[in-house]
C-alpha cells in the first residue's frame, strides 16, 4: 500500500540559506554552495556534523559535484546523493530528503542545489536527430504567449504585466539576480527574444545556490533547535507527463495533475493558499500555471494580476521572491530556493516583501515539461 507524506511522521524545514543568484563569474561553485550550506546551518543553529544526510542538485556541473564542496565542511561518513532533473532538480531533491527524515531513516537532512553555467550537451539517444529544426523554448512560450492572448482576449501588455510584478518583488530581494523596479514601457521595450517576449519577460540563467535543512520532531528536540521557526511540510508530490488530449497544454496539464494530488494530501484547497513561488521561465507560464493550480478558473488570471489580488498583501502573493523572472534561475538551486522563500514567508521573517498572515505557501517546478514537483508547507 502506498503512502503519502502527510501519513509518514512529521517533517519541518529548520535551516534556510542562499549564496545570491547572480550574473555569471569567476566565483567557485564550491564557495558558492558552502555559502548557502553555512547560510543554513547558522540559521537552524546546529554544527555540520548533526547532517545525518545530503542531497545535491545541479543541473550543469558534471559527475560528482558535492565531493569537492561538502569535503571543506569535514568528513563524517554521512551519505551524499546526487540528483539531475533539469530545472526541477532542486525540488527533486528537496522532496528525497524530506522523505528520508518522514520515513525515519534519518532525523536531519540537507538539500543544497548549486550550480555554474557551462556549455549544456543534449544527450545522445543513439538513434538519430529526430527534429534537427527543434523549437527552443522561448519561441514554444512566445507561442504560447500568442495563444493565451487570442483565446482569452488579453493584450501583449497584459500578460507582461506578470514581469512587472516580479521584477518589483525581486527588487526587495536581496538574493535576487535582478534587484531593479521596471516599468511596463521598460519591460515592453527591452530586447526582443522571439515573439512578443522581451528579455525582460524571459529567465536569466546565471549561478547561485540555496539550501535547506529538513528535520523530525526527534531531531528538533534533541539538537535544541528552535520549533517555532519549523516549518512543516505537509505534502510533497512528483509526477512526469503523460499522453494529453489534442490542444491540453502538457506543462498546464502536468501542473494540474500534480497540485491537485498535492492539495489533496495536505487537505486544502487552492483558496487556502497565501504564497506561491512558481515556475515563471517566461511571463505567460505564470498566467498558465495559477490557473492550473486552481486560483482561478482558466482564463481569469490578467483579471487577478490587474486587480493586485497576486501582489504582495493581495488575495494569494505569486512570486514574492521575484520568481524566476526577477530572482533567476541558476537551475540546480532554484526549487530549494523556493522552498527558503516560502519559509521567510511563513516565519514573518520576509521583510519589505513579507505578505502579511502568511500560513501556507505552495512551491511549484516543472522539469523541460517532462516532471512536475509540488510542495505545500505549512506554519
Same mark, same amino acid.
Given at each position: 500500500?502506498?503512502?503519502?507524506?502527510?501519513?509518514?511522521?512529521?517533517?519541518?524545514?529548520?535551516?534556510?540559506?542562499?549564496?545570491?543568484?547572480?550574473?555569471? /563569474?569567476?566565483?567557485?561553485?564550491?564557495?558558492?554552495?558552502?555559502?548557502?550550506?553555512?547560510?543554513? =546551518?547558522?540559521?537552524?543553529?546546529?554544527?555540520?556534523?548533526?547532517?545525518?544526510?545530503?542531497?545535491?542538485?545541479?543541473?550543469?556541473?558534471?559527475?560528482?559535484?558535492?565531493?569537492?564542496?561538502l569535503r571543506h565542511l569535514g568528513a563524517t561518513g554521512a551519505p551524499l546523493m546526487h540528483v539531475e532533473n533539469a530545472s526541477a532538480s532542486g525540488s527533486t531533491a528537496f522532496r528525497h530528503a524530506c522523505?528520508?527524515?518522514? /520515513?525515519?531513516?534519518? @532525523?536531519?537532512?540537507?538539500?543544497?542545489?548549486?550550480?555554474?553555467?557551462?556549455?549544456?550537451?543534449?544527450?545522445?539517444?543513439?538513434?538519430?536527430?529526430?527534429?534537427?529544426?527543434?523549437?527552443?523554448?522561448?519561441?514554444?512560450?512566445?507561442?504560447?504567449?500568442?495563444?493565451?492572448?487570442?483565446?482569452?482576449?488579453?493584450? #501583449?501588455?497584459?500578460?507582461?504585466?506578470?514581469?512587472?510584478?516580479?521584477?518589483?518583488?525581486?527588487?526587495?530581494? &536581496?538574493?535576487?539576480?535582478?534587484?531593479?523596479?521596471?516599468?511596463?514601457?521598460?519591460?515592453?521595450?527591452?530586447?526582443?527574444?522571439?515573439?512578443?517576449?522581451?528579455?525582460?519577460?524571459? #529567465?536569466?540563467?546565471?549561478?547561485?545556490?540555496?539550501?535547506?535543512?529538513?528535520? %523530525?520532531?526527534?531531531?528538533?528536540?534533541?539538537?535544541?533547535?528552535?520549533?517555532?521557526?519549523?516549518?512543516?511540510?505537509?505534502? /510533497?508530490?512528483?509526477?512526469?507527463?503523460?499522453?494529453? &488530449?489534442?490542444?491540453?497544454?502538457?506543462?498546464?496539464?502536468?501542473?494540474?495533475? #500534480?497540485?491537485?494530488?498535492?492539495?489533496?494530501?495536505?487537505?486544502?484547497?487552492?483558496?487556502?493558499? @497565501?504564497?506561491?513561488?512558481?515556475?515563471?521561465?517566461? #511571463?505567460?507560464?505564470?498566467?498558465?500555471?495559477?490557473?492550473?493550480?486552481?486560483?482561478? &478558473?482558466?482564463?481569469?488570471?490578467?483579471?487577478?494580476?490587474? @486587480?493586485?489580488?497576486? @501582489?504582495?498583501?493581495?488575495?494569494?502573493?505569486?512570486?514574492? %521572491?521575484?520568481? =524566476?523572472?526577477?530572482?533567476?534561475? &541558476?537551475?540546480?538551486?532554484?526549487?530549494?530556493?523556493?522552498?527558503?522563500?516560502?519559509?521567510?514567508?511563513?516565519?514573518?521573517?520576509a521583510g519589505a516583501r513579507q505578505h502579511g498572515g502568511a500560513r501556507i505557501g505552495l512551491a511549484h517546478m516543472v522539469g523541460v515539461g517532462a516532471v512536475c514537483y509540488v510542495h505545500i508547507l505549512q506554519r
Open positions: 500500500m502506498t503512502r503519502s507524506l502527510n501519513e509518514l511522521r512529521p517533517v519541518y524545514v529548520v535551516g534556510i540559506g542562499w549564496h545570491r543568484y547572480q550574473n555569471p /563569474s569567476e566565483t567557485p561553485y564550491v564557495e558558492l554552495g558552502l555559502t548557502a550550506i553555512r547560510a543554513a =546551518l547558522a540559521d537552524a543553529r546546529i554544527e555540520w556534523p548533526a547532517v545525518e544526510s545530503t542531497y545535491v542538485a545541479t543541473a550543469l556541473l558534471g559527475m560528482a559535484s558535492g565531493r569537492p564542496m522523505i528520508e527524515v518522514a /520515513s525515519g531513516i534519518s @532525523d536531519v537532512a540537507l538539500a543544497v542545489g548549486v550550480d555554474k553555467r557551462n556549455p549544456v550537451r543534449r544527450p545522445d539517444t543513439g538513434i538519430g536527430n529526430l527534429a534537427e529544426d527543434a523549437i527552443v523554448p522561448f519561441t514554444h512560450f512566445a507561442l504560447l504567449t500568442n495563444e493565451y492572448a487570442v483565446r482569452h482576449n488579453a493584450s #501583449t501588455e497584459d500578460i507582461a504585466m506578470v514581469a512587472v510584478k516580479n521584477h518589483r518583488n525581486g527588487a526587495k530581494n &536581496p538574493n535576487a539576480q535582478r534587484q531593479q523596479e521596471r516599468t511596463l514601457d521598460e519591460v515592453l521595450g527591452g530586447k526582443r527574444v522571439s515573439g512578443s517576449l522581451t528579455s525582460l519577460q524571459c #529567465t536569466p540563467i546565471g549561478e547561485g545556490a540555496a539550501a535547506v535543512i529538513v528535520a %523530525s520532531e526527534d531531531g528538533i528536540r534533541r539538537l535544541g533547535i528552535d520549533a517555532g521557526r519549523a516549518i512543516r511540510t505537509t505534502a /510533497s508530490v512528483g509526477r512526469s507527463e503523460r499522453v494529453y &488530449p489534442p490542444g491540453a497544454g502538457f506543462d498546464a496539464a502536468l501542473t494540474k495533475e #500534480t497540485a491537485d494530488l498535492a492539495l489533496a494530501q495536505a487537505k486544502l484547497t487552492p483558496k487556502d493558499l @497565501d504564497i506561491i513561488e512558481l515556475h515563471d521561465a517566461f #511571463t505567460v507560464e505564470e498566467l498558465h500555471y495559477i490557473e492550473s493550480i486552481g486560483l482561478c &478558473p482558466e482564463g481569469h488570471g490578467v483579471r487577478m494580476l490587474k @486587480d493586485g489580488a497576486l @501582489d504582495i498583501g493581495g488575495q494569494c502573493a505569486i512570486n514574492p %521572491s521575484g520568481g =524566476l523572472i526577477a530572482m533567476g534561475h &541558476p537551475i540546480g538551486p532554484t526549487g530549494i530556493g523556493q522552498i527558503g522563500e516560502i519559509v521567510m514567508q511563513l516565519r514573518g521573517e
